[in-house]
């Protein structure tokens, strides 16, 4: 499915604060159900739902009501690996990683109408992502971050902008210990959005921190020739 958002793509990851014992009436499911309403609200392009510890049948009922939120907006809904629940649950997509199967197989069993995304954190990674049919990529971790540190050393940005090179027109977002303050070096890197989990995680001010990262990017594109 080609990747048609309105630019900056801006992807709010969910924390996958939830356990194998969260139930449906756990106040950690009503408290992403309000994130996914809030980010509805601020106009966010794409949501993750990254929520590895549920069980099955918690997960497909998570899903199933965040996309009741979803329907009929101009936001998507992915899950994180669980190609099999996003396409159950009337999801958009699936979002892939290194322990995930191959985006061509997931196309081949789900067809074409399946968004995928994919993480990656290294340009060999990136570009394996684009040859199986991946829709976009995530980059990262970009800067220093608690949650990637089992990723090793940040990238950078230059490694980014080597990315974004490499793959020439083929959706690149950033993700890893970005701020409103920073997202502007990841647009002059040349990427086409933003991902992030502490991010966007407080629904209270996800309204304004999607303001500030979109006018940095329409910034961005005021200073190339």
Same mark, same amino acid.
């Given at each position: 499915?080609?990747?048609?958002?309105?630019?900056?793509?801006?992807? %709010?990851?969910?924390?996958?604060?939830?356990?194998?014992?969260?139930?449906?009436?756990?106040?950690?499911?009503?408290?992403?159900?309000?994130?996914?309403?809030?980010?509805?609200?601020?106009?966010?392009?794409?949501?993750?739902?990254?929520?590895?510890?549920?069980?099955?049948?918690?997960?497909?009922?998570? =899903?199933?009501?965040?996309? #009741? %939120?979803?329907?009929?907006?101009?936001?998507?809904?992915?899950?994180? #690996?669980?190609? #099999?629940?996003?396409?159950?649950?009337?999801?958009?997509?699936?979002?892939?990683?290194?322990?995930?199967?191959?985006?061509?197989?997931?196309?081949?069993?789900?067809?074409?109408? =399946?968004?995928?995304?994919?993480?990656?954190?290294?340009?060999?990674?990136?570009?394996?992502?684009?040859?199986?049919?991946?829709?976009?990529?995530?980059?990262?971790?970009?800067?220093?971050?608690?949650?990637?540190?089992?990723?090793?050393?940040?990238?950078?940005?230059?490694?980014?902008?080597?990315? =974004?090179?490499?793959?020439?027109?083929?959706?690149?977002?950033?993700?890893?210990?970005?701020?409103?303050?920073?997202?502007?070096?990841?647009?002059?890197?040349?990427?086409?959005?933003?991902?992030?989990?502490?991010?966007?995680?407080?629904?209270?001010?996800?309204?304004?921190?999607?303001?500030?990262?979109?006018?940095?990017?329409?910034?961005?594109?005021?200073?190339?020739?």
């Amino acid at each position: 499915m080609p990747l048609n958002l309105s630019r900056p793509i801006l992807y %709010l990851i969910t924390r996958g604060a939830t356990t194998e014992g969260t139930r449906p009436d756990a106040p950690e499911f009503a408290l992403i159900l309000h994130q996914v309403s809030a980010a509805v609200a601020a106009g966010i392009n794409l949501i993750q739902i990254r929520e590895k510890q549920l069980t099955g049948r918690v997960l497909f009922e998570l =899903v199933e009501q965040a996309r #009741d %939120l979803t329907r009929g907006t101009n936001t998507r809904l992915l899950v994180n #690996d669980r190609a #099999d629940v996003s396409v159950s649950a009337g999801a958009d997509g699936v979002h892939l990683t290194a322990q995930s199967l191959d985006a061509a197989i997931i196309r081949k069993t789900f067809g074409t109408e =399946v968004l995928i995304g994919a993480s990656t954190h290294s340009l060999a990674e990136a570009r394996a992502a684009q040859e199986q049919g991946a829709d976009f990529i995530v980059f990262g971790p970009v800067f220093e971050t608690q949650s990637k540190k089992l990723f090793g050393p940040p990238a950078g940005l230059e490694q980014l902008s080597a990315v =974004v090179r490499a793959l020439r027109d083929f959706p690149v977002l950033a993700l890893g210990g970005i701020s409103p303050a920073n997202a502007v070096d990841c647009f002059a890197a040349g990427v086409l959005g933003i991902a992030g989990i502490s991010l966007f995680s407080d629904p209270q001010t996800l309204m304004q921190t999607a303001t500030v990262i979109v006018e940095s990017a329409k910034a961005q594109r005021g200073r190339r020739p």
